[in-house]
């Protein structure tokens, strides 16, 4: 039997941002991860990191931070145009140097190698084809499997986590119907970075609200769908369609096409009953992508559950009241970025009159009105300010 302080199971960038950041509180911590140290996951995924998260990773490992924002990009400006017309644009300022920009723009891939690296050196121990079948708790520690044994698993597993269904907790929420493609498209190394633009009815896409975003590496477009269209056919062949969609027009080669429904899930419960195991990221909550809630919500997660299981190791916090107020402050989080993703997906699918009346008219007054035009380009992404006290996540 293998000890640690802290098992963490889930390879992924809450896993690892959990580990990585319980061993700069001086834990001894254990990944266990399902998958091989070498399987790649395709994709761009999770391309937006917050500035708040950067700054997070950095209380941990400030050369990660620094690593991530050079490694990653911050988008020229946004720009957001209804039915072929700019109806609001800004520039953002150039980040300076040695700063922490407001976002980094990478892929998902990107970000978890740059984990990786980090973890390693803070001497966190990664065991790969090591899948968390089952758990145990017992007074004093948590078993998973029969080798590996901690004071506190955290368990950062996934949308279908194994560690939430032993403990007993569940997801509820709901699944949209409206389906989304996403496009990662090559991007030239040596332009500028672009803007993020957001089309609403783009007439080259049938009307269709268009959603474009660039990552270093890459361009990523993300096409709302209607119900009536054929999701298999398009993904089959996306360079017969996207290139019109490119803002600029320019050359494209597509690298990895994907679709997806919109999940709204929070756990019923982020800890277990022996207050010894905690749900992190997606394995406690699910939440659409718009306004990059997944990513930066886990990281805030990690970061919590860091903090009370390290706590009550050290002895400054009794283990009821830290890894209660786990539960108690991330689960309300979640259920404050499910709403926002609610606000932002009610929105962008516009299914009732008075929503898409009041966003046309918003259109129509985003000629002369910059606050009517700053109101369209906010509301796809959900409110800034969920309410969660010290974060936007
Ligand atoms: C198409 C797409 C686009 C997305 N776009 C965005 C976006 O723009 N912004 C955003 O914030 N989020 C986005 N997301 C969501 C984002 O990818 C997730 O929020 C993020 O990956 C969650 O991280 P996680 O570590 O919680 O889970 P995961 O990334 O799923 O990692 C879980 C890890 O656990 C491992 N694992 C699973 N089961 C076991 C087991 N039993 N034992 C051990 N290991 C196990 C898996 O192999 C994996 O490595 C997108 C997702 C998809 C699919």
Same mark, same amino acid.
Request: positive net charge.
């Given at each position: 039997?293998?000890?640690?302080?802290?098992?963490?199971?889930?390879?992924?960038?809450?896993?690892?941002?959990?580990?990585?950041?319980?061993?700069?509180?001086?834990?001894?911590?254990?990944?266990?991860?399902?998958?091989?140290?070498?399987?790649?996951?395709?994709?761009?995924?999770?391309?937006?990191?917050?500035?708040?998260?950067?700054?997070?990773?950095?209380?941990?490992?400030?050369?990660?931070?620094?690593?991530?924002?050079?490694?990653?990009?911050?988008?020229?400006?946004?720009?957001?145009?209804?039915?072929?017309?700019?109806?609001?644009?800004?520039?953002?300022?150039?980040?300076?140097?040695?700063?922490?920009?407001?976002?980094?723009?990478?892929?998902?891939?990107? #970000?978890?190698?740059?984990?990786? %690296?980090?973890?390693?050196?803070?001497?966190?121990?990664?065991?790969?084809?090591?899948?968390?079948?089952?758990?145990?708790? &017992?007074?004093?520690?948590?078993?998973?499997?029969?080798?590996?044994?901690?004071?506190?698993?955290?368990?950062?597993?996934?949308? %279908?986590?194994?560690? &939430?269904?032993?403990?007993?907790? %569940?997801?509820?929420?709901?699944?949209?119907? @409206?389906?989304?493609?996403?496009?990662?498209?090559?991007?030239?190394?040596?332009?500028?970075?672009?803007?993020?633009?957001?089309?609403? &009815?783009? =007439?080259?896409?049938?009307? %269709?609200?268009?959603?474009?975003?660039?990552?270093r590496g890459g361009l990523r477009v993300d096409l709302q769908c209607r119900g009536t269209d054929d999701i298999a056919g398009l993904t089959a062949d996306p360079a017969s369609w996207v290139a019109?969609?490119? =803002?600029?027009?320019?050359?494209?080669?597509?690298?990895?096409?994907?679709?997806?429904?919109?999940?709204?899930?929070?756990?019923?419960?982020? #800890?277990?009953?022996?207050?010894?195991?905690?749900?992190?990221?997606?394995?406690?909550?699910?939440?659409?992508?718009?306004?990059?809630?997944?990513?930066?919500?886990?990281? @805030?997660?990690? @970061?919590?559950?860091?903090?009370?299981? @390290?706590?009550? #190791?050290?002895?400054?916090?009794?283990?009821?009241?830290?890894?209660?107020?786990?539960?108690?402050?991330?689960?309300?989080?979640?259920?404050?970025?499910?709403?926002?993703?609610?606000?932002?997906?009610?929105?962008?699918l516009a299914t009732d009159m008075s929503t898409r009346a009041r966003q046309r008219i918003a259109a129509a007054a985003a000629r002369h009105s910059v606050r009517a035009g700053a109101w369209l380009?906010?509301?796809?992404?959900?409110?800034?300010?969920?309410? #969660?006290?010290?974060?936007?996540?």
């Amino acid at each position: 039997m293998k000890h640690s302080d802290v098992l963490v199971a889930g390879g992924g960038p809450v896993g690892l941002a959990a580990a990585l950041l319980c061993a700069a509180r001086g834990l001894v911590v254990t990944v266990l991860e399902s998958e091989s140290e070498t399987a790649v996951r395709a994709g761009s995924r999770a391309i937006f990191v917050h500035g708040v998260t950067l700054r997070t990773l950095g209380g941990a490992d400030p050369e990660l931070a620094q690593r991530l924002a050079n490694r990653g990009l911050t988008w020229g400006g946004k720009h957001t145009l209804w039915a072929g017309r700019t109806v609001y644009r800004r520039s953002y300022p150039r980040p300076r140097s040695g700063m922490t920009p407001p976002f980094s723009s990478l892929s998902q891939r990107d #970000i978890e190698a740059e984990l990786r %690296r980090s973890c390693l050196a803070a001497g966190v121990r990664l065991a790969w084809r090591t899948p968390v079948e089952t758990v145990s708790v &017992r007074p004093g520690h948590v078993e998973v499997g029969s080798g590996h044994r901690a004071s506190f698993l955290i368990g950062a597993d996934g949308a %279908r986590s194994t560690v &939430r269904t032993a403990i007993g907790a %569940r997801l509820a929420g709901t699944r949209s119907d @409206a389906s989304f493609i996403v496009v990662d498209l090559a991007d030239d190394p040596l332009g500028p970075p672009g803007e993020r633009v957001f089309h609403y &009815r783009h =007439p080259a896409a049938g009307n %269709r609200h268009v959603l474009t975003a660039p990552f270093r590496g890459g361009l990523r477009v993300d096409l709302q769908c209607r119900g009536t269209d054929d999701i298999a056919g398009l993904t089959a062949d996306p360079a017969s369609w996207v290139a019109p969609l490119v =803002p600029g027009g320019a050359a494209v080669e597509v690298t990895w096409v994907s679709h997806y429904r919109f999940h709204q899930s929070v756990a019923d419960t982020f #800890i277990d009953a022996g207050r010894r195991v905690l749900l992190a990221g997606e394995a406690a909550h699910l939440f659409a992508p718009f306004g990059a809630r997944g990513l930066n919500s886990g990281i @805030a997660d990690a @970061a919590a559950a860091a903090e009370a299981v @390290a706590g009550v #190791i050290t002895g400054t916090a009794p283990r009821d009241d830290a890894v209660g107020r786990y539960d108690a402050v991330r689960r309300a989080a979640a259920l404050r970025n499910r709403e926002a993703t609610a606000q932002a997906l009610d929105q962008l699918l516009a299914t009732d009159m008075s929503t898409r009346a009041r966003q046309r008219i918003a259109a129509a007054a985003a000629r002369h009105s910059v606050r009517a035009g700053a109101w369209l380009d906010r509301i796809p992404y959900g409110p800034r300010d969920a309410g #969660i006290p010290g974060s936007p996540y």
